[in-house]
């Protein structure tokens, strides 16, 4: 692509994305194209689902009377040819082609050459964009390139627009209170009603929620003050600058204060806050709108000045922000909904009040969602189309079995749903009876089942709901809620609540594994590729100091009660353990000399997350006690698909048969080294996985509280034979979704349907 393509595309985009409805943003692209490429014709069609019609929505070049009215069958034309073939079609002579539908509407006989370019989102057909000459002509490759490129990006604005519901433009307009629906991926599991809370990080303003003003003259007194505070900040940054930057340089100061006057971006935001809107959202429209119309000057200087544009509406938004004492009281139906929402933030909230979460980002195995989990919070990650800004207080239902969410639902489906939330009280009080029993198959094998902890609410629903021990204790969540590193005394007091808890049964503490998505609020990592990069082991071997302290706390808290296990997360070598070999036998000795007391030397584990482990348990198993698999890190290793990304959610699956191969061989490996080796991730605490784990050997599996009554109901009721039937079926396939599919299919018709998410399924 030459240079000048490049530019116009850069551009086109910016504008694109600065453009404030669906419309402008067709009409941006059609113009701009056409004016770029030299064409007579450049238009966009949508495809209207509903209808199975493509619409003619913007053209530069066709009659513009016919913009709206114009459709065509969906398999009708050359339009409806781009869309089948799902690829380009380029054509010299498009009269002649036999697809050629002749629309007398548009004037369209008089162009010879045609290249229509397919619209795709996530492998679907939103539209097709055409560009038309009267010339008999081949379009070049570059004209290829540079219209799929520029479709690539046109398809992410459509899509959005789909979700707001802009594009019923091919209907009814829409209002504030209709009904929408969404899906993302199913975090944790469970049904919700509730109205949403949206959470938005401080001074973000793409962010702010629109919400009404509660009290309207309040809203414009905080805005007064705001600018206010807005102003003096500029003025002292233009009387500190005045020696370091020319005066011209400083001029953007005076700009700045120009758009703070009364008469300009303050009249302009009271406009809205009299209108109804809160304050906040109020800089959010205003600014948005300057910003639109800045991006569209022809001048390179003035587009550039959009920055400082956002630069002031931040500033504002802050000083609004920090005057907000109003932070409302979560009521017990919350559904909180933001783009990311981190562990510490959930956690500081009352999540008793917690119904459900959504958000924009992120995927089922990151770590907010593991906790989620064990709060049995419904959860509902990388609803990717999210409309969060528009959702402030509305009404929605979560449907986390599913991953749907819906907006504003009717009557019918909260009614549907309100039967869905009596049956699962009622399988929770089934599984009740299960809090008591051993998980022994009908053919008497025993699988002691632990919990994985983190909160001390696990610990409590852990020890209520039976588990053997604590097998996996995510010892980075209490460092998480904290500002700031906690020092030894500090978590030997945390480590030995939950040692004494469990006291007389093992307890598996995990050193502490930072990095990747659990960053601490007080020290971030930022990496490029943070999934590989320096997390678990690696951060720790390089700060011996942090590591030290956590190992000395946790020999201190198993004083007297000798049940400590010690696990390492993300060992990639051997080296690496021999390292914390050494530390910890000169740890071990120092805290015996200090207290004055004999302390059982902790059994000594590693976590199976790199895959490089798996070729090297032989040399591994001569320097620790016990494996335990880390089975989401090791998925997202092992199909290198990052655990967090909602765009490759459904690549990522523990049913891949190269999960469960690798698996199978690891228990091998293992026992022939007899060492017992167990699972702690996700899929130890999916029913239909558990069973598969228990028949390949696995000693022991480690969950969540929240699943540990689901599993150990499972095991009771599947024999070990046919737990090693199905193992052997389902290794013989090759689909992740056939191999979850065939053991769902055994769960249904083994009297275990209630165990399976999409029995429980609504339609709507
Ligand atoms: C895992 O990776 O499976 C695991 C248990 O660790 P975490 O989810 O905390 O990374
Ligand atoms: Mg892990």
Not at 70 to 80: A, D, K, P, R
Not at 409 to 430: F, S, T, W
Not at 737 to 754: M, N, Q, R
Request: glycine share 6%.
């Amino acid at each position: 692509m030459s240079n000048m393509q490049l530019d116009t595309l850069r551009r086109i985009v910016q504008e694109i994305n600065a453009s404030v409805s669906l419309h402008d943003s067709l009409d941006i692209m059609v113009n701009h194209v056409a004016e770029a490429m030299h064409v007579d014709v450049c238009s966009i069609y949508l495809l209207d689902e509903r209808n199975k019609r493509y619409v003619l929505m913007a053209s530069k070049g066709l009659k513009p009377e016919a913009v709206g009215h114009v459709s065509l069958n969906i398999g009708e034309g050359l339009v409806g040819l781009v869309g089948q073939r799902e690829e380009i079609v380029n054509l010299d002579n498009a009269p002649k082609h036999d697809r050629f539908a002749y629309l007398p509407e548009t004037g369209e006989e008089l162009f010879n050459s045609f290249l229509g370019v397919p619209v795709m989102y996530r492998r679907k057909v939103m539209g097709v964009l055409v560009v038309q000459n009267k010339e008999p002509q081949d379009f070049s490759e570059a004209a290829e390139s540079f219209l799929v490129t520029l479709c690539a990006q046109l398809s992410g604005v459509i899509a959005h627009a789909h979700a707001v519901g802009n594009i019923d433009v091919f209907r009814k307009p829409t209002s504030g209170s209709t009904y929408k629906t969404f899906q993302g991926v199913s975090g944790a599991g469970g049904v919700a009603l509730g109205r949403a809370i949206v959470l938005y990080p401080p001074a973000d303003l793409t962010v702010i929620p629109d919400r009404e003003a509660e009290d309207i003259s309040e809203e414009l007194e905080l805005l007064d003050q705001a600018i206010a505070s807005v102003r003096k900040e500029i003025q002292s940054l233009d009387e500190k600058m005045q020696d370091s930057l020319m005066s011209e340089e400083r001029a953007l100061f005076s700009v700045f204060l120009r758009m703070l006057d009364e008469n300009a971006l303050p009249s302009e935001i009271k406009d809205h806050i009299r209108a109804g809107s809160w304050a906040q959202g109020a800089v959010r429209k205003v600014i948005d709108k300057h910003i639109a119309l800045f991006a569209q000057m022809e001048d390179d200087y003035l587009r550039e000045r959009v920055s400082d544009l956002k630069d002031l509406g931040r500033r504002i938004l802050a000083c609004l922000q920090e005057a907000d004492s109003s932070h409302r009281e979560l009521s017990p139906d919350s559904i909180l909904i933001g783009e990311e929402i981190s562990t510490a933030a959930l956690v500081e909230l009352p999540v008793d009040n917690i119904a459900a979460i959504v958000t924009s980002e992120g995927a089922a195995n990151s770590h907010m969602v593991i906790v989620a989990r064990a709060l049995g919070i419904p959860t509902v990650v990388g609803v990717t189309e999210l409309p969060i800004t528009t959702l402030d207080d509305i009404e929605m239902i979560v449907d986390a079995y599913q991953g749907r969410v819906f907006v504003n639902p009717p009557r019918r489906l909260r009614q549907r749903y309100k039967e869905v939330q009596k049956e699962e009280e009622q399988i929770a009080k089934d599984l009740k009876q299960y809090e008591t029993k051993d998980a022994i198959t009908p053919d008497g094998v025993s699988i002691p089942l632990f919990v994985n902890t983190g909160l001390m609410i696990d610990v409590v629903r852990g020890v209520q709901r039976g588990a053997k021990g604590v097998g996996l204790y995510r010892s980075e969540i209490p460092f998480m809620l904290r500002e700031r590193f906690p020092g030894e005394e500090e978590q030997r007091a945390i480590y030995r609540q939950q040692l004494s808890h469990f006291a007389n049964k093992p307890v598996i503490m995990r050193t502490l594994d930072i990095g990747a998505d659990k960053d601490l609020p007080y020290f971030s990592i930022e990496e490029e590729n943070s999934a590989l990069g320096w997390r678990g082991l690696r951060f720790t071997l390089d700060h011996p100091e942090i590591f030290s302290a956590q190992i000395r706390a946790m020999l201190k808290a198993s004083i007297g009660l000798n049940n400590l296990h010690i696990l390492l997360p993300m060992v990639t070598s051997v080296s690496e353990v021999e390292e914390v070999l050494y530390l910890l036998e000169r740890d071990w000795i120092a805290v015996q000399e200090e207290e004055q007391v004999k302390i059982t030397r902790p059994k000594i584990g590693i976590m199976v997350e790199v895959p490089s482990v798996l070729f090297q348990i032989s040399e591994f198993a001569e320097l620790v006690d016990f494996f335990s698999v880390g089975s989401n890190d090791l998925t997202q290793y092992l199909l290198a698909v990052d655990r967090n990304n909602p765009h490759v959610a459904n690549v990522y699956s523990h049913f891949h048969p190269s999960v469960l191969r690798a698996l199978s061989r690891l228990v091998e490996d293992c026992h022939i080294h007899q060492k017992p080796v167990s699972v702690c991730g996700e899929m130890a605490g999916d029913p239909l996985s558990a069973i598969l784990l228990m028949a390949m050997g696995f000693n022991t599996l480690s969950m969540s509280s929240s699943n540990i009554l689901r599993v150990r109901k499972a095991i009771c009721h599947v024999p070990m034979a046919d737990a090693k039937q199905l193992l052997d079926n389902v290794l013989q396939m090759n689909n992740p979704l056939v191999i979850k599919s065939w053991l769902e299919h055994y769960f249904k018709t083994h009297g275990l349907a209630d165990m399976v998410k999409s029995n429980r399924l609504v339609s709507a």
